[in-house]
């Protein structure tokens, strides 16, 4: 069965410093991958997907920036976080389009970040 | 643009109650539909999805949605909530493109708090 991993599950960094949140997502092969961020009361922002190796598309301008070193893996970075970097972090996969199935979602756990 | 709506921010029932959690979306084509649950410390899970055939889908935990296209509405219910129903849920529309990538807007959510 398919798993997917997301870490760190909290994080507190300070204004200025550089961000890495790592997803990983195990039991599949070429799965579409997307991060985004939870707001209370505005739902999920979609900020990055990619639909292969070294493939990013960014939906929203903006402090971050994503990678996809390997199939399975990927990264949401930032080089210097901003206050408003704080938020809910979710990343998630869906199975490529072209199969029975498109468009469910199957998210991680979901990282805290806290910039101070 | 794509967009979704959901009518209710906060609901609140006694146990018993029956609910309806509303949703619209802004799409002219074809779309597949989701609702997604969040239970309080846990990740975002699939309650229940429609792709085509009977437009009334029925989900986990005895949750139901009826997608009426005339309406571009996809409304989910339940008969009689539990206080284990309290969560947020949020509606989300995909609409297949055709390309490698199935884009998923989701709706702000509904955060719904069921008194014992």
């Known amino acids: 069965s398919q798993t997917i991993h997301q870490w760190p599950a909290t994080l507190v960094q300070p204004v200025g410093s550089p961000l890495s949140l790592e997803c990983t997502v195990e039991?599949?092969?070429?799965?579409?991958l997307y991060w985004y961020r939870q707001a209370a009361g505005r739902g999920l922002q979609l900020l990055f997907y990619?639909?292969?190796?070294?493939?990013i598309s960014s939906e929203v301008p903006q402090n971050l920036s994503a990678s996809r070193p390997q199939d399975r893996q990927f990264i949401l970075s930032s080089k210097k976080l901003l206050l408003s970097d704080s938020g809910f972090y979710l990343c998630?996969?869906?199975?490529?389009?072209?199969?029975?199935?498109?468009?469910?979602?199957?998210f991680g756990e979901g990282s805290r970040l806290t910039v101070l | 643009a794509q967009s979704v709506s959901q009518h209710n921010h906060h609901v609140i029932l006694s146990e018993a109650a029956s609910l309806e959690l509303g949703c619209n979306y802004s799409?002219?084509?074809?779309?597949?539909l989701f609702w997604y649950v969040q239970y309080p410390g846990q990740h975002l899970q699939l309650l229940l999805k429609?792709?085509?055939?009977?437009?009334l889908v029925k989900g986990i935990k005895g949750f139901e949605a009826e997608f009426i296209k005339s309406k571009f509405s996809f409304n989910l219910r339940k008969p009689s909530v539990q206080w284990s129903d309290t969560a947020e849920y949020f509606c989300?529309?995909?609409?297949?493109?055709?390309?490698?990538?199935?884009?998923?807007?989701f709706g702000p959510g509904t955060s719904l708090s069921v008194i014992p």
């Open positions: 799409y002219g084509g074809t779309v597949n």
């Open positions: 039991g599949t092969s070429n799965p579409n």
């Open positions: 989300a529309v995909n609409a297949p493109s055709g390309t490698s990538y199935d884009k998923v807007i």
């Open positions: 429609y792709f085509s055939g009977d437009p």
């Open positions: 990619s639909v292969g190796i070294g493939q």
């Open positions: 998630a996969w869906s199975h490529h389009p072209g199969t029975s199935v498109t468009g469910e979602l199957f």
